[in-house]
C-alpha cells in the first residue's frame, strides 16, 4: 500500500484539468472586468459570481475529461455529468435568486442607516451568475478539457 496516497494526484488529468480551467476561469473574471470597467479589481480572482462562471467551467472540464479518460458510457462520466447539471442549475438558479434577494436587503438596510440604525455590515450579493455567465464557463471547461486532453494524449 502507498504510504504517501496524495503523491499520485499530479497525475489524475482530470483533477488537473478542472482546476486548470476553474483558475483560467477567474483570471478571466478580472480581465473581463477590467474591460468592463477600466480599473483593477484583483478581489474578484477569489470571489463567486461574474463572467465566467468558474464553478461552470470546474465541472464541465472535469466531465468531459472523464468522459475522456472513462468513457462516456461509464459510471463516473455519469455521475460527474450529474453533478455538472446540479451545479450549473444551480449557479444560475437559488444562488443567483439568493444574490438579488442579499442586494434588495442591503437597500433595506441603507435606508435605516439612513434613519440612524448602525449596522454591521452588508451582505454579499455578487453569489450566482446570469445564464450566459454559466454558458460561458462551461464553455471555457469545455474548450480547456479539450487542449488538456490534447496535451496529455495517453
Partial sequence: MNEFPLLGLQYNVPLLTALAAMILAQFFKVLIDYWRTKSWQKALLFSTGGMPSSHSALVSSLTLSIGFREGFASSMFAISAALM??????????????????????????????????????????????????????????????????????
Avoid: C
Fill in 85 to 154: 447539471m446540479v451545479v450549473m442549475y444551480d449557479s444560475a438558479g437559488v444562488r443567483r435568486a439568493a444574490g438579488k434577494q442579499a442586494e434588495a436587503i442591503n437597500f433595506l438596510f441603507s435606508k435605516l442607516e439612513d434613519q440612524g440604525l448602525k449596522l454591521d455590515k452588508k451582505l454579499k450579493e455578487l453569489l450566482g451568475h446570469k445564464p450566459i455567465e454559466v454558458i460561458a464557463g462551461g464553455i471555457l471547461g469545455v474548450m480547456v478539457a479539450m487542449v488538456s486532453e490534447w496535451i496529455f494524449i495517453t
